[in-house]
């Protein structure tokens, strides 16, 4: 019941419903645009998608919103970004990538459809995962094509700026069916090389009187600040342009979006924040719910099916059989791991992180109550893991760190020390788990 109180008070703190927001039907000379490559398997693209769009309109953002959705994604999640976003949704055919072997990237190239906006006089085409800071309406003061080089040698194509022109899409196309050579297999290696010249051009800085500049031009860092450079300073120190877009183009386990990237990597927290102020987390709570009951009732009934469990396991059988000696112990040992596995299985992926957090911890305990009460080992030497986990949370969650290096060494003394509780709690258990099985002779024998 406490857990449950727990549960309804993050719920109340986060304001999980968001707020209306939907973009106003004007028709606009320029566009943001973004792809989305759905399947009924890939939901956190979808709330990406949406919480991107609903942040430019939070941002009173002066273009159209586009998304250039493939056919196979599910209708009503493109219903729901036309009728509760005022999102414009083009459906299209997926770009047939010829470079074999890229799955991740592999649809990708959709992308390439943003030269075939020709009703707009310039497009702002982005990735989900740009968290943007400010508006940056300035960029369609850009010209035929404009990137940023986060990479001294590469630019990023999680934002970029481009003229429609159905020529230049045409001749992409044609490019791509006679097997122009792509580094990567993917968007940002086709684009790097039909535009090579870009990193000779001059930087964009944009006129007062809103004059569109002609030519291609380099994008300060400013708007696609990678999320990696925030850990060495703990704080946003770019120098180039206006710090206005965050990008978060690391691992893709570690995308903002998924509960467990926060506090590992602390800007998750602010990606939620806005969610939190834009869309909001309705969708999810009925199945949050869900979990946290059924793991309230195990707890329940492990506790008072403890004896029977317990005698169960241990009841008498011939000691010469090797398998019901170490039958058991392999039981337990998988249990305890599985205690520690599971949540992530059940949690759903995008829900706040205090939530997500929340919810892992209850389920943690949960199962590993079964373990305890079946097997009847300590209860403080099982739960050491889990220990370890929250101290580390709360490490790295630390708000005083100066420099991000600061803040690994931190986590790595951390890690290091509680090591050796660890290995000193699994001495523990493994001895106490010999020593039940030698005494379930004390056990009535059952059948």
């Not at 075939?116 to 094509?145: I, P, S, W």
């Not at 792509?182 to 004059?211: E, R, S, V």
Request: proline share 6%; aromatic share 14%.
């Amino acid at each position: 019941m406490r857990v449950m109180v727990v549960m309804v008070g993050v719920v109340q703190a986060t304001a999980f419903y968001g707020v209306n927001l939907k973009h106003k039907n004007k028709e606009h000379r320029n566009a943001y645009a973004t792809v989305y490559m759905g399947t009924p398997r890939d939901y956190e693209f979808y709330v990406a998608t949406r919480v991107l769009i609903r942040s430019l309109i939070r941002l009173q953002v002066d273009a159209d919103l586009i998304v250039i959705a493939s056919l196979d994604a599910p209708l009503r999640w493109l219903r729901a970004l036309e009728e509760e976003d005022g999102a414009k949704v083009l459906r299209v055919e997926n770009v047939n990538n010829p470079y074999k072997g890229q799955q991740r990237f592999k649809l990708t190239l959709n992308k390439l459809y943003a030269w075939r906006l020709v009703d707009y006089d310039g497009v702002v085409m982005l990735d989900a995962d740009n968290l943007f800071l400010h508006k940056t309406d300035e960029l369609f003061q850009c010209g035929q094509f404009c990137a940023v080089f986060i990479n001294p040698c590469i630019f990023h194509t999680g934002l970029f700026v481009l003229q429609p022109s159905l020529e230049v899409f045409k001749d992409m196309i044609h490019q791509l069916e006679t097997g122009k050579a792509n580094p990567d297999g993917a968007d940002q290696g086709f684009t790097g090389a039909y535009f090579p010249d870009l990193l000779d051009q001059p930087k964009f800085y944009p006129h007062l009187n809103g004059t569109t500049l002609d030519g291609h031009y380099r994008l300060p860092m400013g708007y696609q600040m990678d999320a990696s450079y925030y850990y060495l300073k703990l704080c946003w120190r770019v120098p180039c342009g206006p710090n206005s877009v965050i990008t978060f183009p690391g691992a893709p386990w570690l995308k903002p979006w998924y509960w467990w990237s926060w506090p590992v990597l602390s800007l998750g927290i602010q990606w939620h924040e806005n969610r939190r102020q834009t869309l909001g987390y309705a969708a999810e709570m009925p199945i949050v719910m869900i979990p946290s009951v059924i793991f309230l009732g195990i707890i329940t009934m492990t506790r008072l099916a403890c004896p029977s469990i317990s005698k169960l396991w241990y009841r008498n059988t011939d000691k010469s059989s090797s398998l019901m000696q170490t039958g058991p112990k392999f039981i337990a040992i998988w249990s305890i791991i599985a205690a520690y596995i599971v949540p992530f299985a059940i949690i759903p992926r995008t829900i706040h992180p205090l939530v997500g957090w929340t919810l892992y911890f209850l389920g943690s305990v949960t199962l590993s109550s079964v373990a305890i009460n079946s097997f009847l080992l300590p209860v403080v030497p099982i739960l050491v893991p889990l220990i370890r986990v929250l101290g580390s949370l709360l490490v790295m969650a630390c708000p005083w760190y100066p420099y991000g290096v600061t803040r690994a060494l931190a986590v790595f003394v951390y890690a290091f020390c509680y090591a050796l509780i660890a290995w000193g709690s699994m001495v523990k258990v493994t001895a106490r788990l010999q020593v039940s099985l030698e005494k379930r002779t004390n056990f009535p024998k059952i059948g």
